[in-house]
């Protein structure tokens, strides 16, 4: 079992940034691919980025170029940059991981953008 907790959302305004953070424990070792995801009311989940312990990464087109993954293999840990934030961007994000084939998701954390 894999644990994910997330942290750093909130209210920001349009325009601005924020930093998310996504801690894994419990048998957090060989976690392949770590991400993050949103949904928000209504709407489905969507990918938003994923990084393979290799550092290759793979960018929703709502997001190339405003968000920026990055992830510690030693902490397992991944961060989620997000610059240029707009009001559609509020959602619940989600981490997410990918362990022998086990996928995990964290609580979430609510990002919200106001106009």
């Known amino acids: 079992q894999v644990q994910l907790v997330e942290s750093g959302g909130g209210l920001v305004q349009a325009g601005g940034s924020m930093r998310l953070s996504c801690a894994a424990s419990g048998s957090a070792n060989s976690i392949y691919a770590m991400g993050w995801y949103r949904q928000a009311p209504g709407k489905e989940r969507e990918l938003l980025v994923v990084i393979t312990s290799g550092g290759r990464t793979n960018y929703g087109a709502s997001v190339k170029g405003r968000f920026t993954i990055s992830r510690d293999n030693a902490e397992n840990t991944v961060d989620l940059q997000m610059n240029s934030l707009k009001p559609e961007d509020s959602a619940l994000y989600y981490c997410?991981?990918?362990?022998?084939?086990?996928?995990?998701w964290g609580q979430g954390t609510t990002v919200t953008v106001s106009s």
């Open positions: 997410y991981c990918n362990r022998d084939g086990f996928v995990y």
